[in-house]
């Protein structure tokens, strides 16, 4: 096959319809999930993006599974699961591939081989795919030292799943290619393909759970665990969640926190550690404010909320706040409430918005003159022992969720300043001519 690089003694071409055993889910499932992204260019060009490779037009994609490599350390027998190779006509860019299936995960030891494979054979970059989960393709969840000229890049089957029910409802034009991409959703979410959710909590969840409920000191080591736990659940409900609206659904973090995924780990670790809570912040494409979430080990809560500006147009509180109540449930409003901000430092005023909904005067009869500065709408999950239990915590957390945008979020709208309008007696332009203006 013309299209390996030289350095390949041999490989097979990625296959829709894979002649393996039975036993290798993993080998099947990267075969057309590769075969899939060379026969689908909407599907290659969306991933590959992902990682800073530009599709063109003229560009074409060619994948091979099973692959062996002329410059090996002596006695090795390390054969990546798969080789792509995007040939722009001008320059051609090449990934080894890696995939795990199941509760298989990505291990540092064979990892750090491909790496060196790779550099020995001038092969550009190291993809590897399992179900693990990572904020960005360049955030690995192997922390791993990776050689010159090398990139690292990793994508959960989750992922890749969500891309593809995306691009299909957005709509693929080319009807074979939509055929073969919609055959491969619906194999990739079929459980003999392997591909799993995150569904447990370590064991070190309960055991911080019960640390700060009984008012002890969280130690670094688990508290490092859990809050990598968090930011695997995180994602995870980032893609359900973007499955449920049929948008994608991102994170929002600092700068620093992009580029560098230990100083998440780092930040979000001082914050359990030193405030009890673990939060996140969703954006959703359109939406009036993104969608805070905090789970508080020391209250044992789930609080789901976002938060808008008070409409500048309205003097009187109660205007504010009806402007507000008119824009949630009346009826189904079980475990929601109001909260008000005011200026400087002058304390929040809250009430359930049941209560709120029948009379809202408490929320600022006693702040005088003061004007509502903003709102936070907020529903609170009282788990109690539950908190603690690894996967009763996941189920609560990524079913409230949902139903908080659904009673809440998706019914928002920011409050926006009216555009100018034209006074009465200025609509002529004579009204505003030097010599009428002079007057």
């Not at 039975?22 to 075969?31: A, C, H, M, V």
């Not at 064991?203 to 809050?227: H, M």
């Not at 926006?416 to 007696?425: D, F, G, L, S, V």
Request: proline share 6%.
């Amino acid at each position: 096959m013309s299209e390996l690089p030289q350095s390949v003694t041999s490989g097979d071409r990625a296959r829709l319809f894979p002649i393996l055993s039975d036993r290798s889910i993993e080998g099947r499932t990267l075969s057309i999930f590769l075969a899939t992204l060379t026969s689908v260019r909407p599907f290659a060009e969306r991933l590959l993006g992902q990682i800073g490779r530009r599709v063109g037009v003229n560009a074409k994609i060619h994948a091979f599974t099973e692959v062996r490599f002329k410059n090996l350390d002596e006695g090795s027998h390390d054969r990546p699961d798969g080789l792509l190779i995007l040939n722009t006509g001008r320059k051609q860019w090449t990934a080894l591939v890696e995939a795990k299936v199941r509760k298989n995960h990505i291990e540092s030891d064979q990892l750090n081989r491909y790496l060196k494979i790779a550099k020995a054979n001038k092969i550009d970059a190291v993809i590897t795919i399992s179900n693990q989960f990572s904020l960005a393709p360049h955030h690995h969840p192997v922390s791993i030292s990776t050689p010159k000229n090398v990139e690292l890049f990793h994508m959960s089957w989750m992922r890749v799943l969500t891309e593809a029910f995306l691009l299909l409802n957005e709509g693929v034009e080319d009807e074979e290619q939509a055929f073969i991409l919609n055959e491969f959703k619906r194999f990739i979410s079929h459980d003999s393909a392997g591909v799993e959710s995150f569904t447990q909590m370590p064991p070190s969840w309960s055991n911080v759970a019960d640390t700060i409920q009984a008012n002890g000191n969280v130690l670094a080591g688990p508290a490092k665990e859990v809050v990598q736990a968090w930011h695997q659940e995180s994602q995870d409900l980032s893609l359900i969640f973007s499955r449920q609206i049929d948008a994608g659904v991102i994170q929002k973090l600092s700068r620093a926190q992009i580029n560098n995924p230990s100083a998440r780990v780092a930040d979000d670790v001082e914050e359990l550690r030193t405030l009890n809570t673990l939060s996140l912040e969703l954006i959703v494409p359109d939406s009036a404010a993104p969608v805070k979430v905090c789970a508080d080990f020391g209250r044992r809560t789930i609080s789901i909320s976002m938060t808008l500006a008070a409409p500048g147009d309205k003097k009187r509180n109660a205007a504010r706040v009806n402007w507000l109540l008119r824009q949630l449930p009346k009826e189904d409003s079980a475990g929601l409430h109001v909260r008000v901000q005011w200026p400087a430092t002058s304390p929040w005023t809250q009430m359930p918005l049941s209560e709120a909904a029948e009379n809202s005067e408490p929320l600022y009869a006693e702040k005088g003159n003061m004007v509502a500065v903003g709102f936070e709408i907020v529903r609170l999950i009282d788990m109690g022992n539950r908190f603690g239990q690894r996967q009763t915590f996941i189920k609560e957390l990524e079913d409230a969720v949902p139903d908080f945008w659904v009673r809440v979020g998706q019914n928002l709208q920011p409050w926006i300043k009216p555009a100018p309008r034209i006074r009465e007696e200025r609509s002529e332009p004579e009204a505003v001519s030097p010599s009428a203006l002079s007057d």
